[in-house]
């Protein structure tokens, strides 16, 4: 009777043991599932919005970097990051911290393709790198801006300098007929437009040495 007397307590002990472990899920070590699943750092959605109209919403965490949020974004699209550009209120996002940058909780940025054209020949001139821009659009983008659903946003790169085109179709009142009007926001020279257009104003002018 007595070595049953001392057997009995150790079961009780491990019954409330195995009791209190199951809803305490939340202090497991660091690295478990449980824990990876009930993320303590805090977070902001944002709004990503593609040239062809696409929106995304996306939570990221509150201190990610613009190579984050590009990594995030090639993952999702199966697009090389080296081909996404951000632009936050008419700039574009290089590096750093979002929130360093004026990016936060419901902030909108815009994801548009991006062609490097490399350093200029003198054989070679602005027009060409558009060219290479519109021939890199997929079948959606071409026609949904031809049926004039939404602009084409493009960022091309001439040798130091960045170029933002966007082109939309407006319908003429005289007529039935479609204008191209191009809508520039350059980080280089002015001159660096592409080509002669009908409508072309610059929004902001720099210059650019990263990209």
Do not use: W
């Amino acid at each position: 009777e007595g070595g049953l007397g001392k057997a009995i307590p150790p079961r009780l002990v491990c019954a409330c043991h195995r009791m209190d472990q199951q809803p305490s899920a939340r202090s497991c070590s660091r690295g478990a599932p449980a824990c990876e699943a009930v993320p303590n750092e805090p977070s902001m959605n944002l709004y990503i919005n593609t040239t062809t109209g696409t929106r995304y919403e996306l939570s990221v965490p509150a201190e990610e970097t613009v190579e984050g949020l590009k990594r995030r974004l090639s993952q999702r699209l199966k697009v090389p990051k080296e081909r996404l550009a951000l632009l936050h209120k008419e700039s574009r996002l290089s590096s750093g911290k979002l929130q360093d940058l004026g990016v936060g909780e419901g902030s909108k940025l815009t994801l548009v393709p991006t062609v490097e054209a490399g350093l200029m020949s003198q054989a070679s001139r602005p027009e060409q790198s558009v060219m290479q821009a519109l021939e890199s659009l997929t079948e959606t983008q071409v026609n949904d801006f031809l049926s004039g659903r939404s602009p084409l946003t493009l960022a091309l790169r001439v040798g130091d300098h960045m170029m933002f085109v966007q082109l939309q179709l407006a319908a003429q009142q005289s007529g039935g007929q479609l204008q191209h009007r191009h809508v520039i926001a350059s980080r280089g020279e002015p001159g660096a437009a592409a080509g002669p257009t009908p409508q072309c104003r610059t929004l902001h002018g720099g210059t650019s040495s990263n990209f």
